[in-house]
C-alpha cells in the first residue's frame, strides 16, 4: 500500500529528528566524557598586609588593599569558579575582590592549630569542584605550604612573615601528582626584606 506524501514526510522528519537527537545524546556525552577528565587549576596564595591592629584579628591595610586588587587583576582572565579563605578578615578581604569580580560568594574553611588537618580540609573543598574548575585559595603563611602539598604539590617551608607576594599556580589532575609554578604579583613584597630568603623547593 502506497502511504500519503505528506505520511511519508511526517515519518522522514520524525526519523530526522529523532537521528538528530541520538547524535546529539552522544556529543554531550563525549564532551562530558572529555570534560570529566580535565584536573583542577587551583591558585594559592598568602592573605595581603594586614594592619597591625586589632591583633586577633585584622583586616588589610593601604597596601594590603591595593594587592587584593592587584591579585584580582592578575586572575582576571583566569575564570576564577571558586573561592576559598578562612574565617579571618584579612583572607576574606583578600579574596573578596575577586569573588566580586566574578560574582562568587567565597567558601569559608576555618583554619584551626592543627595546620595539616585544616590543610586537608582545604584540599577535600577544592577537590568537590567539577572537573576543569579553577579555584582560589587564600591562606596564611603556614598554610600555604601545607596545602600545596595536600594537594600533591611538592613540600615548601613556611612563608617568612614579610613575604606577601607570591602567586602559586597548581594544576591538579584526576590522579597523580601536581604541578606548580610560582610567579609573583603587585608589589615586590618579602623577598628582600632581612631573613627573607628565596623560597626553596623541598621533593
Partial sequence: MQLPLRSLTRRALLGAALAAFATGGR?????????????????????AEKSAEPGADPALSAAGQARAQALADS???????????????RTANTGAVVAQAAKLTPMVVGASADVRTHAAEVAAAVRRQPAGSTVLVVGHSNTVPAIIAA??????PDLCDAEYDNLFKLTVPPSGAATMERSRYGAPAGADAPGCAQMPVRK
Avoid at 75 to 89: E, R
Avoid at 151 to 156: E, F, N
Wanted: net charge positive; proline share 2%.
Fill in 75 to 89: 586572575l582576571k582572565s583566569a575564570g576564577v569558579d571558586a573561592v576559598i579563605t578562612t574565617q579571618f578578615k
Fill in 27 to 47: 556529543t554531550l556525552h563525549a564532551q562530558h566524557d572529555q570534560h570529566a577528565g580535565h584536573g583542577l587549576t587551583v591558585y594559592v596564595v598568602r592573605h
Fill in 151 to 156: 594537594l600533591g604539590g611538592p613540600r615548601l
